[in-house]
């Protein structure tokens, strides 16, 4: 019998050759300016030539404001597109297809790059965000439609440098997700109030974007299918999956062709990425937030000292209870698929085949990225019958917490024979052979 892994996946105007995607997922790879480079291209491949049926960027801003950290590559400007093509055609070359991720951080960042330093990030609400205290300006109507009109240049630019696809990051507390959530948006206007409302700025960057591409291009919506934002308990509950499907059928009517669902409205959050959260190397780590929120000093003392770190461990542990690692979303996205009838992809701890052939009786693809970056040959690993690689992701999240300050990849030292081994796998990526020029004098 064939396996459902491996069957492809036919979406309206694009097919992928099996049913695993490469969830989005990166370190601080690129240029300055927004521009990618080399080892980003390093990175993307390791996953495509690994088996993933298809590759689904990192986080891109379509405006150098809506980043979340400097050196993540940018889709804001006119000469980048043949630096975009050059990573697709790489993905390509393995048998995946290249999905570009829109986004904008609106309040929720890591490190304000020089865009951002000393003013408030737009976004739907002046009320800073609640975990790390980021600052943000509510936007004015006419600035949320420039926004608009951004993001459907953003997807022009991905169409023109030949990628598959795009896919908008309305999840895990980014600036759709503020926009949607009950919980943030606290707006009186027309993009306020109401659900209809509330989704109206991501509808109305759908519409905008077939105006501007039109139909045959693949467009996809990450939803976030219940916030869960009482991450502090003062804070409100936000959106339900109920109020998701109804974000979810809204979407696919204005030409959506596929939703990828997670959980929360922000990131990193309690149930995404699920499994642990050491503090320990947080402690190491967090210092360089501390002047990017007003909360951040406070949340350093929680890491850093032994005796705190219980207050911090209750507030955030205390919603995983009950629930699991692996397939943390999946009864939420099983729902919201019964309730649409374009192909649904689950995100959350996906690592076991069984699992995950288990889960595709119900849903239609898993994207995965931390079980990816430990074993990025995981697909070719299940093809040849195995449930797990040898030495499996252990969600420790050590790659999470270390992001700040280190190469993006498995920090888990129980999983290499050696540190050297750890350090050399995760120096792989920035194996460039880039020749040095000397510039010209002016």
Known sequence: MSDPIFEPLEFRNLTVKNRIFRSNISGRFDNEDGSLTQTRINWECRFAAGGAGAVISSYVPVRMDGRIIAGYATIHRDDFIPLWQKLGEAVR??????ILQLSHSGRQMDFPGVHNMHRPSPAPTSNMESLHGFLCQAMSTSEVRQMVRDFAQGAWRAREAGLDGIELHAANGYLFTQFLSS?????????GGSL????RFLLEVIEAIRDKVGRDFHLQVKLSATDHNNVLPWEGKGNTVADTIEVAQWCEALGADALHVSTGSLFPHPLNPPG???LDVLAVTYD??????VSGFRNFLLFR???LRPIFRWLWFRMKQGRPVEGVGFEEARLIKDAVTIPVLSTGGWQTASSVRDALGHIDGVSMARALVANPDLPQI???GHELPPAPCTHCNKCLVGAPKLPMGCHE?????????????LMEVYDTKAELQIPEAS
């Open 382 to 384: 299940w093809a040849a």
């Open 183 to 191: 919980a943030i948006n606290d707006r009186t206007d027309c993009y």
């Open 413 to 425: 030292l129980e999983r290499f024979p050696s540190r050297d081994a750890m350090i050399d796998q």
């Open 288 to 293: 360089a937030m501390i002047s990017s929120g």
């Open 93 to 98: 070359a393995h048998g995946a297809k290249y």
């Open 305 to 307: 000292y032994p005796m």
């Open 196 to 199: 209809r409302n509330r989704a």
């Open 276 to 278: 642990d959260l050491p």
